[in-house]
């Protein structure tokens, strides 16, 4: 992250982290939270974050905005969805994910927590749009 780039500079009052190689801050926002996460290139949730949670596939909800990058979504029915910056994203439980190209990604996000499929209305799993 860099002071420079207002994109990537520190969010005053978050709680920064890494977690598999993403810069994670998150800020509390009334009932939700907003994250903005930055997945490095070459980053693959199934190489990556897979080790450390310890599940098949990524169990959590993404609603938010791809502001830098590009992202696939694949689900195990073979579906993938493909996202360039600027793109809005709307990313059901139950995939991988990975950054494609040379430029990390980086998403602002906003979730609920452990409610976030059912206050968001992905909690019914992958839909073919």
């Known amino acids: 992250m860099t002071a420079n780039d207002p ?8 709680d920064r982290r890494s977690v598999g190689g993403v810069d994670l801050e998150v800020v509390r926002a009334g009932a939700a939270r907003v994250k903005r996460m930055i997945y490095p290139a070459g980053f693959r949730w ?17 609603v938010g ?4 990058g590009s992202i696939h979504i694949g689900y195990p029915d073979g579906c993938v969805k493909e996202y360039s910056a600027p793109a809005v994203i709307a ?34 799993g992958h839909r073919h749009d």
């Open 7 to 14: 994109l990537t500079a520190p969010i005053p009052g978050s």
């Open 46 to 62: 199934s190489e990556h974050m897979k080790p450390l949670v310890k599940t098949d596939l990524c169990a959590h909800a993404h």
């Open 65 to 68: 905005f791809l502001a830098r």
């Open 91 to 124: 990313v059901e439980p139950g995939h991988d994910g990975w950054v494609v190209g040379d430029e990390p990604a980086i998403v602002i996000e906003f979730d609920f927590e452990n409610e976030t499929p059912q206050r968001l209305g992905l909690g019914g």
